[in-house]
């Protein structure tokens, strides 16, 4: 693989065909095609807007600048979930997490994390917070996670259980991701799964009693003995 600048300013990119990504945009996956030079700008092939990546140079020549072909996005698309079920103070904090997150603010975001993690645990009491701690190790075993990541997201949620207030652990990249999706399973645990259920147990209820109060007898007077 080859990304270089040459000594007429183009951008030539072994791996340009190929090249997709989940645009920040229109979140549609989509083929990306420079158009900016000689200050190279990408842009999305499904809404043209702009996206800005970042290469590392490596290594200066006669008559091209090589470039590494590892990129790092500058944008990143925004991260969704379902906040109808959430109490108000919980989906305030996580919004702000996922919107760090997105940023590529990493170590904000397990801030924001550990408050949205202190304002459900508040919300759900002591008991709703132990069912959550049992959820997690749960999430350990479903996701096989090894147990460096593993301390590393529960101290970021929980605290590092020394019994003193401390900051969240630094986090990078891929172990943000991954209490990303750690926290968003929790939540829904923890809310949305349980208002989903009782908003589909009500309707269920609901379309039971009309039907009922519906349905035409069979006999319009006693039937013979």
Same mark, same amino acid.
């Given at each position: ?37 000689? +200050? ?10 702009? &996206? ?5 140079? %490596?290594?200066?020549?006669? @008559?091209?600048?090589? &470039? ?13 979930? @379902?906040? /109808? ?18 940023? *590529? ?55 590092? *259980?020394? *019994?003193? %207030? /401390?900051?969240?652990? &630094? ?33 269920? +209820? ?13 006999? @319009? ?5």
């Amino acid at each position: 693989m080859s990304v270089y600048i040459d000594a007429s300013s183009q951008l030539l990119n072994d791996q340009e065909r190929s090249l997709a990504l989940n645009c920040p945009h229109c979140e549609v996956t989509a083929h990306i095609t420079p158009y900016a030079v000689p +200050r190279f700008v990408y842009r999305c092939d499904a809404c043209n807007s702009s &996206l800005f990546l970042r290469y590392p140079v %490596r290594l200066y020549r006669t @008559t091209r600048i090589e &470039l590494s072909p590892q990129f790092l996005e500058v944008e990143r698309p925004r991260e969704k979930f @379902t906040f /109808s079920h959430l109490p108000e103070q919980v989906e305030l904090y996580f919004k702000e997490a996922l919107a760090t997150f997105s940023s *590529g603010a990493f170590n904000a975001f397990a801030s924001m994390c550990r408050r949205t993690a202190q304002a459900a645990f508040a919300d759900l009491g002591e008991a709703g917070k132990l069912r959550l701690f049992d959820e997690l190790n749960h999430v350990r075993n479903l996701a096989e996670l090894d147990g460096e990541i593993f301390l590393l997201v529960k101290d970021v949620i929980f605290g590092a *259980g020394t *019994g003193t %207030r /401390s900051d969240p652990p &630094l986090l990078d990249a891929q172990s943000a991701a991954i209490a990303l999706e750690v926290m968003k399973d929790l939540l829904y645990e923890a809310y949305v799964r349980k208002g989903r259920l009782q908003q589909a147990l009500m309707m269920r +209820r609901y379309f039971a009693e009309e039907t009922a109060d519906n349905i035409t007898p069979i006999f @319009t007077s006693s039937p013979p003995t």
